[in-house]
């Protein structure tokens, strides 16, 4: 089990430079959770990828589904008062925060491709080249 920021997802579903590592990440460990907030950043990135000429809505739609498909039983609660905290302490937003912080309870790595979160956290955010090789 891992727990995996929103960029992973979009890298898994939507084709692009990163969509091998991500569909090698969830080849080796498709147990993946994130906050509930990962739907409301999907929906973001859904927007840009239409605004952007990435694909039409239908795509986005089709997109938008098969994330719930693959991941809508995937949510964890977060502690909302660790978040804060973690937030404040470090300089990340409360977006930020909640993955790792969902990662630290259940004491598994977050996977992220934000170098931020990696250099500041690097015990617990990893790239996924990096998890990749190390596990």
Known sequence: MIVVDVNV??????????????????????EWVMPALWQHEFLNVLVTFVRHGGGKITDAENLWRESLSLFGSSEREVNWIEVLRLACQHDISAYDAQYIVLAQALGIPCITEDQRLCSKFPTTALPMQKFLVNN
Request: glycine fraction near 10%; proline fraction near 0%.
């Open 9 to 30: 997802i979009a890298y898994l579903l939507i084709a692009g430079q990163k969509t091998g590592l991500a569909q090698q990440l969830f080849q080796q460990d498709s």
